[in-house]
């Protein structure tokens, strides 16, 4: 499974962005596609989850309310839409996947991970 994001960049505080995520390789180990971020003082943390076989999502508490996801699934993509952004929003932003639902619910145990994108808020 490869995935890989796009849409990272640098915007004012308030601002929007859209990441997206492609998905290639076996799609059927991707059942569940999560967003995450590496910020200064978090190594990690998950931001936000769908379940491809039927949409269901997740969204974190600290994002909830400004960050979205969704997925088409004709282009194979998952995009996070971030809105109201914040100056500690700033960090490397990676789109992960697995087979477990589970990953989902827990934000946790993600098999495949892409590269990154940078989202740098001033």
């Known amino acids: 499974v490869q995935l890989v994001e796009s849409g990272g960049g640098s915007v004012q505080a308030g601002g929007s962005l859209r990441l997206s995520c492609t998905v290639a390789?076996?799609?059927?180990?991707?059942?569940?596609l999560g967003w995450f971020r590496r910020t200064d003082e978090q190594e990690r943390e998950g931001l936000a989850a769908i379940v491809i076989r039927d949409g269901r999502t997740y969204i974190a508490d600290s994002v909830k309310g400004r960050f979205a996801i969704s997925q088409d699934t004709a282009k194979d993509t998952v995009t996070l839409q971030m809105n109201d952004l914040k100056p500690e929003d700033t960090g490397v932003y990676y789109c992960?996947?697995?087979?477990?639902?589970?990953?989902?619910?827990?934000?946790?145990?993600?098999?495949?991970w892409g590269q990154g994108t940078q989202v740098t808020v001033s």
């Open positions: 390789g076996y799609t059927s180990r991707s059942n569940c």
């Open positions: 992960a996947a697995d087979p477990s639902i589970r990953s989902c619910t827990s934000f946790s145990g993600f098999t495949y």
